[in-house]
Structure formats: structure tokens, C-alpha cells
């Protein structure tokens, strides 16, 4: 007789018993992967999407959010500020004077 080296089987069919065979690999799950940023990103901006219009709100006319308010208002109490012999005014009386004129007109063209 040969002498050959073989695994005993748990019953008389020759089946092998799940002990005697080797691990099974880990199956890999189709899920992407994420990070934090992209989370908390998603997780902040998602209250945003449900306010229609949130995102493209336009500041109010005359408010201190529009750009071109602003640059009336500074280019104005630039030129009501530029000294006029010995007479000066003070940046908060000039713009008191100047917001009514940005208002009406942002767009106001001043000369010094």
C-alpha cells in the first residue's frame, strides 16, 4: 500500500467540514468612499437647497450689501472729505449727506 496524505472527511460522502478549508477573503462592498469634508459639506448646504431662492437672493436697493451702493458712498464722502481751503467735514457728516444721493443714484458720477 502507498502511503498517501489525504483530509478525513466528516461523513461517508466525502465532504469536507468547513475547519479543515481556509478562510474565505473578505468581500469588497461597492460603496464609495467619503470624507469628512464632503460630509459636513453636504450635511450644511443641505438645509440651503430647501429655501428656493436662497442662493441667489440680491441684496435690497440701497442696502449696504449692493457693491455699487458702496462705491458711490465711498467715491462720494472721498470728494466731501478732500479738504476745501480750512473748511473740512467729518467722515459721519459725509455720509449723512452722501447716502440720500446713493440711494436715488448709485451710479453718480463726482468731481473733486
Not at 461523513?11 to 474565505?24: D, Q, R
Not at 442696502?63 to 476745501?84: T, W
Request: with cysteine.
Amino acid at each position: 500500500r502507498g502511503t498517501a496524505v489525504g483530509v478525513r472527511s466528516s461523513s461517508a460522502t466525502g465532504v469536507h467540514s468547513a475547519a479543515c478549508l481556509p478562510p474565505k477573503p473578505p468581500v469588497a462592498l461597492d460603496v464609495p468612499v467619503v470624507s469628512r469634508r464632503s460630509t459636513l459639506r453636504a450635511a450644511l448646504l443641505a438645509p440651503m437647497a430647501a429655501i428656493p431662492g436662497a442662493a441667489v437672493a440680491k441684496p435690497a436697493k440701497g442696502s449696504k450689501e449692493e457693491k455699487e451702493f458702496n462705491d458711490c458712498l465711498s467715491l462720494c464722502a472721498y470728494y466731501c472729505m478732500k479738504p476745501k481751503g480750512q473748511f473740512t467735514k467729518s467722515r459721519a457728516d459725509c455720509l449723512q449727506e452722501c447716502k440720500p444721493i446713493c440711494r436715488d443714484d448709485p451710479k453718480a458720477k463726482f468731481t473733486g
